[in-house]
């Protein structure tokens, strides 16, 4: 008999295929051997990450490759296990002797003066808790059965990475958020994902179908069902391919009106889902996932810039400065142990804080300027004062650059606005222009954290308060003269976008997943006949 639980929709589009439950670490428990058990035990869980991490690395590229090549290297070093192995001599069960021994070494990385090092220290953790995994028995992620449902509580991005998704396959999470990266992820890849199915994990087991635009897990699906899903699959299939084919053409509303389609950018990989041809720029690149590890080198920055600009060719790149902080910490930048991280030092607060950081940032943009239009985007702004301050920054940035005699051009310079207070003041901000990042304006103005499945419903964009922010915002932007953008996922909704396109949006950046199906359901609005409350 089948059964089926409601969650909430993160990925549109239907998958089948039988459940991988990826188990949270705590809880996990196993019963201590003697000595040689332990370490035997220990040697085939070391063994076993191994092996996965080395399949895994054959099928990445770019940043990916070199981020699991780096653990690969570690796994393969016995200095790793040696003190592991003398704990367990000395009595230790082997998770526990694991477990202090990464601890040591972690701690190491997070207080090294190399801000390399310390950025590995995320890497560590990583390979501690696969090897866990391993002897604890739980899946590990780099060894999935082709299209097999993933269920877990949350899925970190980098478990998202690791999986191949190009032979199928779902997401069903207990916790999790629309709003999340990894969901933003999984929307880009087009994998079905649904958020919010609740704490028994247990249930989800067998044949899974998830159906990312019912907002459903269906457990043991019915062959009447299945085919059923198969039909909608198809259609859905359809429809996209339809979209794909008219990617190209501008979006124009059924009454004329020209619609920007810009891409997010949140890794290289980005830049391979769509041609630069079928958008119109991109609207946000988030730089945190291009320089983590690469805070203090310019020149890896601007490669990383310029490269971009070349994709792009000569469409307009928005850039935006650092946004570290809340949901996306950097170890050893980040402020560890904040009560709330979300309402602490993050994005333009914490680049104010680290000038050093900043600048470098600052002079490989205007560098890679030279190169085209780009436009740098200032994250989190509050106040005023702080993108004076930004730009006194960058005065100076370029000032040097000039005596070094370094190619270099002012870049234009504007604000993300998704803090409540910017968005009721945004008249009062002298930025070259204002994209809106509804993930966190919404989860601001409805004091409704964007990663928290429990309070999902309330983090609601078209929230009535939300859409008046939104309005005013526009508002602002055409008394200033300037351009009005949204970045945020709301962007990419299409439930959402007749409802900004009435509040006078008229500049849309999405995922470039999405990219197609946004330049459909834009060419399916009438302006002029969107109703009240629309
Ligand atoms: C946003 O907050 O809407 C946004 C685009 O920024 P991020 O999701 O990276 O915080
Ligand atoms: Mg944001």
């Known amino acids: 008999m089948e059964r089926r639980i409601r969650g909430r929709a993160a990925s549109e589009g239907l998958a089948i295929g039988p459940a991988v439950i990826l188990r949270a670490l ?27 991490v080395a399949d895994l690395t054959a099928s990445l590229a770019g940043d990916a490759a070199e981020l699991i090549g780096f653990q690969l290297a570690l796994l393969e070093d016995d200095a790793l296990t040696e003190s592991a192995y003398a704990r367990i001599e000395r009595g230790d069960a082997a998770e526990d002797a694991w477990r202090a021994a990464m601890a040591a070494e972690i701690a190491g990385y997070e207080s090294a003066d190399d801000e390399y090092f310390r950025a590995r220290a995320s890497d560590l953790a990583d390979i501690r808790d696969r090897v866990l995994r391993h002897l604890f028995g739980l899946a590990d992620d780099g060894r999935l059965p082709d299209g097999a449902i993933v269920v877990a509580r949350d899925l970190a991005p980098s478990a998202f990475l690791g999986v191949d998704w190009s032979k199928g396959g779902g997401i069903a999470l207990g916790e ?20 919010g199915l609740g704490r028994d994990l247990d249930s989800l087991t067998g044949v899974l179908l998830v159906d990312g635009t019912r907002a459903e897990v269906v457990i043991g699906p019915s062959p009447e069902r299945m085919a059923l ?3 909608e699959g198809d259609e859905l299939r359809h429809r996209k391919a339809e979209a794909i084919a008219r990617q190209h053409e501008p979006a124009l509303t059924r009454d004329g009106t020209p619609v920007t389609v810009l891409i997010n950018i949140s890794g290289p990989d980005d830049m391979a889902i769509v041609p630069a041809r079928a958008c119109d720029g991109v609207g946000l690149a988030r730089t945190e996932f291009l320089t983590a590890n690469l805070l203090h080198d310019e020149d890896a920055q601007y490669r990383a810039y310029a490269e971009l600009m070349r994709w792009a060719d000569g ?46 940032q600052l002079r490989a943009l205007s560098r890679a300027a030279a190169l085209g239009p780009l436009k740098v985007m200032l994250p989190m702004v509050t106040n005023a004062g702080e993108l004076d301050a930004a730009r006194g920054h960058l005065r100076a940035v370029l ?59 309330y983090a609601d964009v078209l929230h009535p308060g939300v859409l008046a922010m939104i309005a005013h915002v526009v508002r602002a932007g055409a008394a200033r003269g300037v351009e009005v953008s949204i970045c945020g996922d709301a962007a990419g909704d299409l439930r959402a976008i007749p409802a900004l396109l009435k509040a006078g949006v008229r500049a849309l950046s999405v995922s470039p997943g999405l990219l197609p199906q946004v330049k459909a359901a834009i060419r399916e609005i009438d302006l002029a006949k969107l109703g009240e409350g629309a």
């Open 176 to 195: 999790g958020s629309p709003t999340s990266h990894v969901a933003m992820l999984a929307r880009g890849r087009g994998v079905p994902m649904v958020v």
């Open 229 to 231: 899903a198969r039909t």
């Open 399 to 457: 000032s040097d650059l000039a005596k070094e005699r370094v190619a270099c051009s002012e870049p234009v310079f504007g604000i993300m606005i998704e803090v409540p207070a910017a968005a009721l003041a945004a008249q009062d901000f002298a930025a070259d222009f204002f994209s809106i990042g509804t993930n966190d304006l919404t989860q601001y103005a409805t004091a409704a954290s964007r990663d928290g499945a429990e309070v999902a419903d």
């Open 315 to 360: 469409r307009p790149v928005t850039i935006r400065t650092l946004d570290a902080g809340g949901d996306k910490p950097i170890p050893g930048y980040t402020v560890d142990g904040e009560s709330n991280p979300f309402l602490g030092l993050r994005g333009i607060r914490l680049s104010l804080r680290h000038p050093d950081v900043f600048r470098v």
């Open 26 to 52: 705590e809880g996990a428990h196993r019963t201590k051997g003697s000595i040689a058990e332990e370490h035997a035990a220990l040697a085939a869980a070391v063994a076993g990450a191994r092996e996965a």
